[in-house]
């Protein structure tokens, strides 16, 4: 029982009325301008003529990303969530909706049990979806769907450049949905949590439900929560009331086991369960007999008969919460104390913050005056944007994007804004660095020293504003002004990065972990698809911990705190004694060890070169200052090599996948097959990477556990460089950093399948040479400088771990038995024989070395025909030269002839034994004679009776000669299957033997 249960109600066919089918667009072309918002008290923007829903994210990933796709296991399709948002964005703007989606990036360590709840649910359908894969070979049912690795990123990415407002929760993910909802006059909310329930919306939309059809409509269902309450007979506030007792993040279920019980005894029996809705209506009826909440103590008096329980202050709060949440208690809400240090920075600046105009970013016109070029900006927020952000580059960006999507297949068109929404003309940002800052000393890639320009750039952005004196006092804190325990540090983040961080986050222009880290020095990893059990790599988190340990030095400074140090101990301002200084996060990552017990303490490890301060990183506008941030992300992915930035081997939007399969091949432990890191980037260079339809109709035969896995690592390296860019200034521009520019994890699948049968790198790119020679130069400019190492394929496979044999496609095998066409199955292990007119006229012995038996006893040919032993069309009274079985006469003549004294007979298996009854030596009875005589019969007329163990009947001699091998080797399988019933039945004498 929880609060999920009210939600469960209000979806139940028991609630007549709670949920009713609708269309969107419908309702959209009903709303007019005369529709006030409820407060009209705050200044609010004029609703217009527009329905404007806000969604909820976390509550429809699935819908977003397009619906169950059936190869959402192999990695992610890309082009095909692109596709379907581009049809989505399309159809509310037809219809007059504006919809503005929000993603949780909070970090609320009072839901932290929830979180780790939640996990256990993906870690479930991971183990269930890869035994799936490794027992059938086949993508996995919709019942298992798990949202693919740096989904989140993606949707955001692809929701920005269609246009539609996103948006990333700080502090509290429900009360600052409802708030914005509220606030800023939206008409309804799309989700699918109980919580909000709880709040009353102004309108309740299903986002589990919203199916935009072919005939253009968008259909949802609408939760009636006031249909609700009327069955329920509660006010709203008692609707907070009842909320809190069903249990929730605040006070859960298993805490209020006494107040359950107190509930049973006086309603109805004691020994009967509180579970679904009848506990809601029974919890409903006993809300019904307490005092009202604006009687607090009252009320908690009444729950728990004394007001000195330890639970009265957490059950006042979980009230309060949803009290906070309705139409008339939202301005109320103010965020709970804990550790996070932007609490009143997001306090101050969130509600400002918050607008329409900023999260729609800066709409760029552009009006060619005598061929120049003059840009017209909404806002002005420069600390939104990075110095990397210029518009210049921001268009560049842009053209590049449509170079590199020039080939895409699409049912509709992609809507590419003219700018980005954080684009901004000029970076005026204040910031201050240290005079003994190793910035000017440091050495660039390209081998050019910028001391000279660092300084000016330093002096020209350093002069700050004398109204913002915390930005030039606080930018860089010496180790002495920190709280130093032993060697690890505290260290302090300047305002200008705090602020720039929120910004950001909230505009959904970052990866909420950086504001994460600068502001708890916390982060969570969440589960991914990955085998437990797998011993092949190892675990994904592991593989790019040494990325994220420099990532944390980055966004911390380490390096400039170390050389403060060594400069302050030669100048005797510090002591020799004092410890390097070592920065710690706190990381979150499940291990079978630690399955989110206790958080794991992880060591920033700074670069090996002097890396600017995160201010200049982020803020410095000079082009000494580009060249850092780019060295700098490419140091984080052990990238930086001259080839990687080279455009001929590495396209610019293909370099993110480039620097990612690098950092995997700088492994200790190999990771990659040599064939599966050619696959990655043949299926980056191939053209139907961007034709949705063909992707769509692409059908995989085969889906391996290794294959999931390795899309899983690679997307999640793809996360984890994403985040390195915005942690660096964000040298690569976001456009060109999207997943669908570089893979497909339906292709890829596709193509590590041929890779198997593909006889060269030609043959795996279709006979294209031009496309062999760019996969060629993008490995070379990989592979630079590495003493690179494969992974090894086991023996027991060819390539990778080989799925059912009837999933794979027929694959020929070496044999010496005749054409590979000719065998409809393989030979199986046991010996049988065959018997004709009763009499045995063939053996097969048990054939334990396959191949080998293959190999020394070639078949006899019968007019073109393998003959694998029984009756000899040229001598039908005697068995086949070439079988394994001879009578015991023929044998006893064959080992004594004079024909080659000399000659020893091969040592080999036992024969099988022949029925003394069918001795050819003893004298036939007339019955026998009769019996004979029926066949000779049979035998002019091609009619031939014949027995064997299992059968009797009468066929055409010809059939026996076509069929024989068939029937052998089903007597065969047979015998495999019994295993230890093997009597010994060996091999016939061998062909030399058979030749004497």
Sequence with gaps: MGIQDLQALLESTSLEGGAVSVDLLKIARNVTQRQQPHNSGRKIRPIGNKLKLIVDAEDCLDRLYGGYFSDWACGGQWNRMVQFLSLLTQAVERGNIELAVVF???????????????????????????????????????????????????????????????????????????????????????????????????????????????????????????????????????????????????????????????????????????????????????????????????????????????RCPIFKQSVLYY????????????????????????????????????????????????????IKTEAELDTAGFASETTEQEQESLQNYRLATVNQVLSSDIISPETDSSAKSSPHVNFVLDESSPTSDSRLHNGHASAGSSSNSSSTSGTGNSNNNTATTGSLPSPRSNTISGNVINPTVSTDVLRTSSLRHQKGLMCPWILHVLSTREIRLPCVMEDEGNREFPPIHEIYLPLRQRIYAVLFNLHHYRYVQTKGKKNFIIPDCMPTPEIVITEWVY????????????????????????????????????????????????????????????????????????????????????????????????????????????????????????????????????????????????????????????????TLTRSIHAKSLLDLCENHIERVVKVERMRKAILEGLDAKFAKIPLQVNAFRMPPSNCLPPVPLPSSR????????????????????????????????????????????????????????????????????????????HRNNGSNPNRQRKQGPPTFNVNKKNNPNKKKSNKQKQNAGGANKGRNNNALPFTTKTDIGDVLVSDVIKKEHSLAEEAILEDCRGGSEHQGQGDGPSIETAAC
């Design 818 to 893: 005749g054409p590979s066409n000719m065998r409809h199955r393989p030979l199986q292990s046991r010996g049988a024989q065959l018997q004709i007119a009763g009499v045995v006229v063939g053996s097969w012995g048990a054939n334990y070395g396959y191949q080998q038996q293959n190999l020394r006893q070639p078949p006899q040919m019968v007019s073109g025909v393998p003959f694998r032993g029984g009756l000899n069309p040229q001598n039908r009274g005697l068995p086949a030269p070439g079988n394994n079985f001879m009578p015991p006469q023929q044998q006893y003549n």
């Design 591 to 750: 291990s079978r060890s630690n399955p989110y017990q206790t958080p794991e303490q992880v060591k920033a490890v700074p670069l090996s070169w002097a890396v600017p301060t995160l201010q200049r990183l982020w803020f410095g506008p000079s082009v000494d200052d580009k060249r850092r941030r780019m060295r700098a992300l490419l140091s984080c992915l052990n990238s930086d090599t001259p080839l990687i930035l080279n455009m001929s081997y590495v396209p610019q939007h293909m370099l993110v996948m480039a620097c990612v399969l690098r950092y995997i091949m700088s492994q200790d432990k190999p990771i990659l097959r040599r064939n599966e890191l050619d696959v990655f980037i043949c299926q980056a260079f191939n053209p139907d990477l961007m034709n949705t339809q063909y992707l769509q109709e692409l059908t995989l035969n085969v889906v391996t556990s290794r294959g999931v896995q390795l899309a899983a690592v690679f997307m999640n390296g793809v996360e984890m460089a994403l985040l390195a860019n915005d942690a660096c200034g964000a040298p690569l521009p976001w456009l060109l950093c999207c997943p669908w520019l570089y893979f497909d994890g339906k292709l890829f699948h596709h």
């Design 104 to 310: 949780n990036g909070t970090i609320e360590s009072s839901r932290m049990s929830e979180w780790v709840a939640q996990q256990a649910n993906v870690r479930q359908r991971v183990g269930m979806v890869l035994k799936h894969v490794n027992t059938k070979a086949t993508p996995p049912p919709k019942v298992w769907w798990t949202a693919p690795i740096c989904l989140k990123t993606a949707l955001r990415m692809a929701l920005r450049h269609l246009g539609i407002t996103v948006m990333c929760t700080m502090d509290d993910h429900h009360q600052e949905v409802i708030a914005y909802c509220r606030e800023y006059g939206f008409h309804g909310l799309l989700a699918d949590d109980a919580e909000y329930a709880a709040f009353n919306p102004p309108r309740y939309f299903s986002s589990e439900n919203i199916k935009l059809t072919y005939k253009g409509s968008l259909e949802t269902k609408e939760y009636m929560v006031a249909e609700l309450s009327k069955h329920l007979q509660l006010t709203q506030e008692q609707m907070c009331v009842l909320a809190s007792l069903l249990g929730n993040f605040l006070l859960p279920e298993n805490e209020l086991q006494d107040v359950y019980k107190k509930i049973q005894t006086v309603f109805i029996n004691k020994d009967t369960k509180m579970q679904g809705e009848s506990a809601v209506r029974l919890i409903a009826m006993y809300v019904r007999t307490l005092p009202s909440p604006s009687n607090m103590d009252a009320l908690v008096t009444e729950v728990f008969g004394s007001n000195k329980d330890k």
């Design 323 to 374: 009290l906070n949440g309705t139409a008339h208690g939202f301005l109320k809400y103010s965020s709970p104390k804990g550790k996070n240090a932007l609490s009143m920075l997001s306090r101050n600046s969130t509600r400002p913050v918050i607008s329409a105009n900023n999260y729609k970013g800066k709409k760029a016109t552009v009006q060619n005056n005598n061929n120049v070029n003059s």
